[in-house]
């Protein structure tokens, strides 16, 4: 089983920037991916991105292309979502997820673990 921790949460102006940092340990992952998600009241959980560990392949939400960049350090196992030009929309707490097998995944149902959150809220 892979712990993860999210951080980097916090308040921010609409078209502010905020960089969440997702520390994973336990079971060694090295051909899996972590994603992104987020979660607000009332609607129903979103992909924002994902990344493979082993190549740094990455894939977008079509909403956060251009806007947002999804990153890994190998060396310190943390994955980085840099936000910018953040909407008031956006609000949600934010999760990362692993996944221990090769492959980019849009879908919360096929990662294996997951971090807790961290609130990202953005004002208008």
């Known amino acids: 089983q892979v712990q993860l921790l999210e951080s980097g949460g916090g308040l921010v102006q609409a078209g502010g920037s905020l960089r969440l940092s997702c520390a994973a340990s336990?079971?060694?992952?090295?051909?899996?991916?972590v994603g992104w998600f987020r979660h607000a009241p009332g609607k129903e959980r979103e992909f924002v991105a994902a990344?493979?560990?082993?190549?740094?392949?990455?894939v977008y939400a079509d909403s956060e292309k251009g806007r947002f960049t999804i990153s890994r350090d190998n060396a310190k196992n943390t994955v980085y979502l840099q936000m910018n030009s953040l909407k008031p929309e956006e609000t949600a707490v934010y999760y990362c997820?692993?996944?221990?097998?090769?492959?980019?995944?849009?879908?919360?149902?096929?990662?294996?673990?997951w971090g807790r959150g961290t609130q990202v809220t953005v004002s208008a």
């Open positions: 997820a692993s996944k221990y097998e090769y492959g980019l995944y849009g879908s919360g149902d096929l990662y294996d673990d």
């Open positions: 336990g079971r060694t992952f090295s051909r899996g991916s």
């Open positions: 990344i493979l560990w082993s190549t740094s392949r990455n």
